[in-house]
């Protein structure tokens, strides 16, 4: 069975330890950390994770732009070089921590249309990837390119695209993330875009089709986990949800909100136990 967590971002700026302790309670098996390497200190993160028993499963690259400058794709070669260093800079913090990999975008957050031209910007992007893939190699850390949903970004928005960006890359530590929230949206079949991703699937985010606990909305999650154990799936099933209400990219809302998130995280691995525990019947299906 992959390894089950819970994405830590959504429980907004709560200490770190009190968000880890939350999600150790809920039954899960590891976390997944904000990649932001200049806001934890590697050591007191290790100890963290020890005193709770979770597992680093990876880091959650935040490329907001304008906010940031990291923007693999753009034009400016400061920006993507500002790019490049804060992966590589996360590279560093997962191998400091035992995450095995670090996920990041090939092109800014909430940036929906080329400023020049989309084979320029294409082209940059992957030769910036391929930098930061010499880094990965000598760490022995892996990068997973995660394509999110054409509202939020316009370079890589589906698994084909994805698998067209590791394939440019050319590199072993580079391959991708399938998060499916953003899959419902833009994959005809869900099923099938994992079994074309293959071993290049090194990372699975998962929340339900209204991006709340599994069971709340219509996600198959039965025939994505058959789909998952019938490719050899063996990295983990990541909990990425966000309560109702305005503002996707802001998780804690409200007071309530992270009670919220409390009941969704244990409804959703209550389901995640029950359909891996019996995915084999859905792999023919």
């Not at 020049?116 to 930098?131: L, Y």
């Not at 099933?237 to 966000?242: A, D, F, S, T």
Request: hydrophobic share 45%.
């Amino acid at each position: 069975m992959a390894q089950l967590g819970v994405c830590a971002w959504i429980y907004g700026d709560a200490p770190l330890e009190q968000t880890l302790a939350r999600i150790a309670a809920a039954g899960y098996d590891g976390v997944e950390i904000p990649g932001e390497p200049n806001s934890f200190d590697p050591a007191s993160v290790r100890r963290a994770l020890a005193n709770t028993g979770l597992a680093p499963l990876g880091l959650t690259a935040s490329c907001m732009v304008p906010a940031t400058r990291r923007d693999l794709a753009h034009p400016d070669p400061a920006i993507r070089a500002d790019a490049i260093g804060y992966l590589v800079a996360c590279l560093r913090f997962a191998a400091e921590i035992g995450a095995p990999l670090t996920q990041m975008l090939p092109s800014g957050e909430t940036r929906l249309a080329p400023i020049a031209t989309r084979a320029e910007e294409w082209a940059w992007s992957v030769d910036a990837m391929q930098g930061a893939a010499r880094e990965a190699e000598r760490l022995a850390v892996k990068i997973s390119i995660e394509p999110l949903n054409r509202y939020e970004v316009y370079l890589v928005t589906n698994a084909d695209e994805a698998l067209a960006y590791t394939a440019a890359v050319g590199s072993p530590r580079v391959g991708m993330t399938l998060d499916l929230f953003h899959a419902h949206l833009e994959e005809p079949d869900i099923r099938k875009a994992i079994l074309k991703a293959g071993p290049q699937l090194l990372h699975v985010h998962v929340a339900d089709t209204n991006r709340q606990g599994l069971g709340r909305g219509h996600l198959d999650v039965a025939s994505c986990l058959g789909a998952l154990q019938s490719i050899g799936y063996n990295g983990s099933v990541v909990l990425e949800v966000v309560p109702p209400g305005p503002n996707p990219f802001q998780s804690i809302k409200d007071a309530r909100s992270a009670e919220v998130l409390d009941g969704y995280i244990r409804e959703s691995i209550a389901v995640l136990r029950h359909r891996c525990a019996n995915a084999h019947r859905v792999l023919d299906a």
